[in-house]
């Protein structure tokens, strides 16, 4: 009997979000975040989307081999398509596959909700980004918002109160020591 309880405190060890806060675990399992668009938008709606990716790509997520930030989100034919999201393809990919890093890929979402920001879409000013990649129960899920472009003054206000927060932490920091 000691045995079988030995064995499932080294299970729980082992598992990366037994020991985590909730917020730590969520982060182990993202890939990427587009932190641009945190910058260059404001983010109206969120919504999960699944990916249709291919085998090469899947491994190169793995490592961690993938860039948003230049990347956009289409409407073509009622579908939702992800543009210009890089990922590169490792050195130990197969020889008879030829990988392009800059493949459109294309977003699975419910009809209804495809129509909804269609039609969100379609009004002035908003537009589609993606904001992260993610694993969710072993699937690549990629997370885009509905969001409006800043402009100039909101990007000022923004560098503002980063670099606020950044003093006070610095004040808080040696207030401590």
């Not at 969520?26 to 260059?40: M, P, Q």
């Not at 961690?64 to 009622?78: E, N, S």
């Not at 997370?143 to 402009?151: D, M, R, Y």
Request: net charge positive; hydrophobic share 35%; with cysteine.
């Amino acid at each position: 009997m000691a045995t079988k309880e030995a064995s499932s405190s080294k299970k729980s060890a082992a598992t990366p979000s037994a020991n985590l806060s909730p917020k730590a675990a969520a982060a182990a399992v993202r890939i990427a975040d587009n932190k641009k668009a945190l910058f260059n938008y404001h983010i109206e709606e969120r919504f999960e989307a699944g990916m249709v990716l291919e085998g090469w790509e899947v491994k190169s997520l793995r490592e961690g081999k993938v860039q948003l930030t230049d990347g956009y989100v289409v409407v073509r034919g009622g579908e939702l398509f992800i543009i210009g999201c890089q990922i590169n393809p490792l050195g130990t990919a197969s020889t008879h596959v030829r990988p392009d890093s800059v493949r459109t890929k294309k977003l699975l979402m419910h009809k209804e909700e495809i129509r909804r920001l269609i039609g969100k879409v379609e009004q002035k000013g908003f537009t589609l980004v993606p904001l992260n990649m993610h694993w969710k129960a072993g699937k690549v899920k990629c997370e885009i918002g509905l969001a409006k472009g800043k402009g100039e003054h909101d990007k000022r206000d923004t560098i503002k109160d980063r670099e606020g927060k950044r003093e006070v932490e610095r004040a808080m920091k040696s207030r401590n020591r």
